[in-house]
């Protein structure tokens, strides 16, 4: 048995029915090729850095008379990482289409792997991204100014299922588009939802009404919710918001 990288072949040399062993090999192969496009997780990490430095600038120059705390390190860490998680939609998009049009999916079809396996096989090498991501986001934050606590590490757990979440709607998007079409889907599309329907850049009751209902149904607002409440220590206000994240990232890879 074989898989195939791009063009170059990579002989596995195990029995077909030794599944456990392919699957090794199958989540070792897809990690690899996540490592060697590690100049788009850079560009997303300067993105995100760039990001949360011009609004701790801004938030910065605006008077304490205002009583204007959205761009508070604290309140816009947490937003701004699950804002930079919809960037991993885009990176898992890109690969499963890419795949796609390689002889690898056609050999991993002749392979003994189940779909939950292939799923797990693509999702696993991402979720440590997801994680280095938000320790990123939140190292920013201490260098900024925030004071350090042991709910960051909540946090970041808490911020996991929003990360599924992305990565389901990526190997989606890229099971059904080309590798030019996930661009405007995953690169457009979701990262502008994921901006102005999660609170991270206005408060939601400011605009109230059905955009405040439509984006509380929706899993972003929910997350971001979920994640400040995480880093305030606020254990009781975490779970309503974050059973809807995960029920959307259950849902979306079912």
């Known amino acids: 048995s074989c898989i195939g990288k791009g063009t170059q072949i990579i002989p596995l040399c195990i029995p077909v029915g030794n599944t456990v062993k392919?699957?090794?090999?199958?989540?070792?192969?897809?990690?690899?090729?996540?490592?060697?496009?590690?100049?788009?997780?850079?560009?997303?990490l300067i993105l995100i850095l760039v990001l949360l430095i011009l609004l701790h600038i801004i938030q910065?120059?605006?008077?304490?008379?205002?009583?204007?705390?959205?761009?508070?390190?604290?309140?816009?860490?947490?937003?701004?990482?699950?804002?930079?998680?919809?960037?991993?939609a885009l990176f898992a998009a890109m690969l499963i289409s890419k795949d796609r049009t390689t002889s690898l999916m056609l050999r991993l079809f002749a392979s003994p792997l189940r779909g939950w396996q292939f799923i797990l096989g693509y999702l696993l090498p991402l979720v440590p991204m997801s994680v280095a991501?938000?320790?990123?986001?939140?190292?920013?934050?201490?260098?900024?100014g925030m004071g350090f606590t042991w709910n960051i590490f909540l946090c970041i757990l808490v911020c996991i299922p929003i990360a599924v979440l992305h990565m389901a709607l990526g190997f989606l998007c890229g099971s059904l588009l080309s590798d030019k079409a996930v661009g405007g889907v995953c690169g457009a599309l979701l990262t502008n939802f994921s901006a102005w329907l999660s609170g991270t850049w206005f408060s939601l009751d400011l605009v109230g009404g059905a955009f405040k209902k439509i984006a509380y149904i929706l899993p972003f607002a929910n997350a971001v919710d979920a994640g400040r409440?995480?880093?305030?220590?606020?254990?009781?206000?975490?779970?309503?918001?974050?059973?809807?994240?995960?029920?959307?990232?259950v849902g979306t890879l079912l």
């Open 229 to 249: 409440a995480a880093l305030a220590g606020e254990m009781s206000s975490i779970f309503p918001k974050l059973w809807i994240v995960i029920a959307w990232a």
């Open 133 to 144: 991501q938000l320790l990123v986001c939140f190292a920013a934050a201490l260098a900024l």
């Open 60 to 88: 910065s120059n605006i008077p304490q008379e205002a009583n204007m705390n959205l761009f508070d390190l604290t309140n816009l860490t947490p937003g701004i990482g699950v804002f930079g998680l919809s960037f991993i």
């Open 22 to 44: 392919y699957m090794q090999r199958f989540r070792i192969t897809s990690g690899i090729d996540i490592i060697g496009r590690r100049t788009e997780f850079q560009r997303i």
